[in-house]
């Protein structure tokens, strides 16, 4: 990281990042090759202020793979892949290409009694992969951008006044265009290939607003209102091709279009702040949440429902509380979510619509609670330590589309719902002499068990597991250089990051899965200027 000041007024600052390892799975897939750069420059004068940013990411890699499990082919060894990148690629697939860049801004106005903010921001996106996922081969070419600017002004903060308020708007476009191409893994042999072509276009527009009013020194009330609208529109087409020992021929074509379609919403909060004392505030909150809904590939033509807005009620309260003289942080906060039509995200196996996402809606109440600690022993100790009980079900959900075939999942859990996660660390560090400091830290991290695909399907059960993480780092004096030794799952816990559902290529009974990093451990190197 590089900081620059340029006079009174200006400053800048780069980063640059590169990150590279070799496949987590025995295959070779699942490696990274990536580097990142982030340049910014910011101007401050008078009642101005102006910060203008720019950023890229790059990844060129062999991919990502799927395996087998629950059970995993080798329980010693759930990395254990029997395709290789060799093989892969020799097959047609075993290639990433990951591109991104995006520019934004803030300027901010300060115009005595409120700030004017306008942010801007354009981001593009283009993705090719010819990779092996789910038994099966793709190849897949993606370009998205989008375009968002919020505009808002904020009262300013003046002695003696009650009142704090926000007003403003957001609007926001995205162009999403990809082609998909699914085929099986020999071209010498009959099989299918189903190519998608959707072209997504969505526009969302906003107004919000939201007052704080202090009825007394100690209480405060909050109320808000955000009134949205969102549109889309796809156009594509789904093509099946044939092959019979012989080269491709063009089987049919469907057109796969959709008319623009907008929903209108109304999003309110209502809460109050209450403090206790002036280390400890309480607060209880009512709020609503939405979420647009969409199209389902293949729905135009009748394979699949398209999916409604997902709408929420909430209720938490909570408290923040400081002690022993700000020296031990103790937040808890309780919640209930009543979701009407949840969106549930599947990846389809099997029927007209094989090889696509779906998304599906339901009715779901989620509710539990959080405790977070953070505790300075020493000036050189601190420990930390967060507790989650989590209680999540569907509602009434009865659906003819998934994989597994038509079953009820009324009161079954959610999806990456576990009942218990635990975190705790702690780090020490030593002052050297010459000014430079040692920190030693661990982090550990612990979850009950979880279905990780949304239907129950048998074998996607992650078992309840821990991952620590160690660290030991030699900061130079001044804070101008580090090096850091690193060990990452230090158990070698196989978590599953998603599943997909089984098919005849994973033996038609266990499902596919991605994992995430086995135990990994290495030195990371950083200068500051």
């Given at each position: 990281?590089?900081?620059?000041?340029?006079?009174?007024?200006?400053?800048?600052?780069?980063?640059?990042?590169?990150?590279?390892?070799?496949?987590?799975?025995?295959?070779?897939?699942?490696?990274?090759?990536?580097?990142?750069?982030?340049?910014?420059?910011?101007?401050?004068?008078?009642?101005?202020?102006?910060?203008?940013?720019?950023?890229?990411?790059?990844?060129s890699s062999n991919g990502a793979h799927t395996v087998t499990g629950l059970p995993y082919q080798h329980p010693d060894d759930p990395w254990f892949d029997p395709l290789t990148v060799t093989?892969?690629?020799?097959?047609?697939?075993?290639?990433?290409?990951?591109?991104?860049?995006?520019?934004?801004?803030?300027?901010?106005?300060?115009?005595?009694?409120?700030?004017?903010?306008?942010?801007?921001?354009?981001?593009?996106?283009?993705?090719?992969?010819?990779?092996?996922?789910?038994?099966?081969?793709?190849?897949?070419?993606?370009?998205?951008?989008?375009?968002?600017?919020?505009?808002?002004?904020?009262?300013?903060?003046?002695?003696?006044?009650?009142?704090?308020?926000?007003?403003?708007?957001?609007?926001?476009?995205?162009?999403?265009?990809?082609?998909?191409?699914?085929?099986?893994?020999?071209?010498?042999?009959?099989?299918?290939?189903?190519?998608?072509?959707?072209?997504?276009?969505?526009?969302?527009?906003?107004?919000?607003?939201?007052?704080?009013?202090?009825?007394?020194?100690?209480?405060?009330?909050?109320?808000?209102?955000?009134?949205?609208?969102?549109?889309?529109?796809?156009?594509?087409?789904?093509?099946?091709?044939?092959?019979?020992?012989?080269?491709?021929?063009?089987?049919?074509?469907?057109?796969?279009?959709?008319?623009?379609?907008?929903?209108?919403?109304?999003?309110?909060?209502?809460?109050l702040d209450y403090d206790l004392t002036p280390q400890t505030m309480v607060y209880a909150n009512i709020a609503t949440g939405y979420l647009e809904g969409g199209f389902n590939l293949g729905?135009?033509?009748?394979?699949?429902?398209?999916?409604?807005?997902?709408?929420?009620?909430?209720?938490?309260?909570?408290?923040?509380?400081?002690?022993?003289?700000?020296?031990?942080?103790?937040?808890?906060?309780?919640?209930?979510?009543?979701?009407?039509?949840?969106?549930?995200?599947?990846?389809?196996?099997?029927?007209?619509?094989?090889?696509?996402?779906?998304?599906?809606?339901?009715?779901?109440?989620?509710?539990?609670?959080?405790?977070?600690?953070?505790?300075?022993?020493?000036?050189?100790?601190?420990?930390?330590?967060?507790?989650?009980l989590l209680h999540a079900r569907y509602g009434t959900f009865v659906q003819t589309f998934f994989s597994t075939g038509l079953r009820s999942l009324s009161g079954k859990t959610l999806e990456?719902?576990?009942?218990?996660?635990?975190?705790?660390?702690?780090?020490?560090?030593?002052?050297?002499?010459?000014?430079?400091?040692?920190?030693?830290?661990?982090?550990?991290?612990?979850?009950?068990?979880?279905?990780?695909?949304?239907?129950?399907?048998?074998?996607?059960?992650?078992?309840?597991?821990?991952?620590?993480?160690?660290?030991?780092?030699?900061?130079?004096?001044?804070?101008?250089?580090?090096?850091?030794?690193?060990?990452?799952?230090?158990?070698?816990?196989?978590?599953?990051?998603?599943?997909?559902?089984?098919?005849?290529?994973?033996?038609?009974?266990?499902?596919?899965?991605?994992?995430?990093?086995?135990?990994?451990?290495?030195?990371?190197?950083?200068?500051?200027?």
């Amino acid at each position: 990281m590089l900081n620059v000041p340029l006079g009174n007024d200006l400053a800048v600052r780069a980063a640059f990042q590169q990150a590279k390892h070799d496949g987590y799975l025995s295959s070779g897939f699942n490696d990274q090759n990536s580097y990142a750069g982030r340049l910014q420059a910011l101007y401050k004068h008078d009642r101005i202020s102006l910060l203008l940013g720019g950023d890229f990411f790059s990844d060129s890699s062999n991919g990502a793979h799927t395996v087998t499990g629950l059970p995993y082919q080798h329980p010693d060894d759930p990395w254990f892949d029997p395709l290789t990148v060799t093989a892969a690629k020799a097959a047609g697939g075993a290639n990433s290409d990951f591109r991104s860049w995006s520019t934004h801004a803030q300027l901010d106005i300060d115009l005595g009694g409120v700030t004017l903010t306008d942010i801007p921001a354009y981001k593009h996106i283009h993705g090719y992969g010819t990779d092996p996922v789910v038994g099966t081969y793709s190849n897949s070419d993606n370009t998205d951008k989008s375009y968002s600017n919020e505009l808002r002004l904020a009262s300013n903060d003046t002695a003696g006044s009650r009142l704090k308020w926000v007003a403003g708007a957001y609007f926001f476009r995205e162009d999403d265009r990809s082609v998909a191409t699914y085929f099986s893994n020999s071209r010498f042999f009959s099989f299918k290939s189903v190519t998608t072509n959707p072209d997504i276009k969505e526009v969302s527009w906003a107004a919000f607003g939201q007052a704080t009013y202090s009825l007394s020194d100690q209480l405060r009330l909050t109320g808000g209102l955000r009134y949205s609208i969102d549109s889309k529109e796809a156009s594509g087409q789904n093509q099946v091709f044939l092959a019979f020992g012989g080269p491709f021929f063009l089987s049919s074509t469907t057109p796969d279009d959709f008319p623009k379609t907008t929903w209108h919403h109304l999003d309110w909060r209502v809460g109050l702040d209450y403090d206790l004392t002036p280390q400890t505030m309480v607060y209880a909150n009512i709020a609503t949440g939405y979420l647009e809904g969409g199209f389902n590939l293949g729905s135009r033509v009748g394979f699949l429902p398209n999916f409604q807005p997902e709408k929420l009620l909430a209720y938490t309260v909570g408290a923040k509380n400081r002690f022993a003289d700000n020296s031990i942080q103790v937040n808890w906060e309780a919640f209930y979510y009543d979701y009407t039509d949840y969106i549930v995200s599947v990846y389809l196996t099997s029927g007209n619509a094989v090889g696509q996402f779906a998304l599906f809606n339901t009715p779901a109440k989620i509710y539990g609670g959080e405790v977070e600690t953070i505790w300075r022993l020493s000036p050189h100790d601190v420990f930390n330590g967060n507790l989650a009980l989590l209680h999540a079900r569907y509602g009434t959900f009865v659906q003819t589309f998934f994989s597994t075939g038509l079953r009820s999942l009324s009161g079954k859990t959610l999806e990456k719902a576990p009942t218990a996660s635990v975190q705790a660390g702690y780090e020490h560090s030593f002052d050297l002499a010459d000014g430079a400091q040692i920190r030693f830290g661990v982090q550990t991290h612990y979850d009950s068990s979880y279905w990780t695909l949304f239907d129950h399907t048998t074998g996607s059960k992650q078992p309840s597991y821990t991952k620590t993480n160690v660290t030991l780092t030699y900061q130079g004096k001044s804070n101008r250089w580090h090096v850091q030794g690193y060990v990452d799952n230090l158990e070698n816990a196989p978590v599953i990051a998603t599943a997909a559902p089984p098919n005849t290529a994973s033996g038609g009974s266990i499902p596919w899965v991605h994992l995430e990093e086995p135990r990994t451990f290495g030195v990371r190197v950083g200068v500051n200027y």
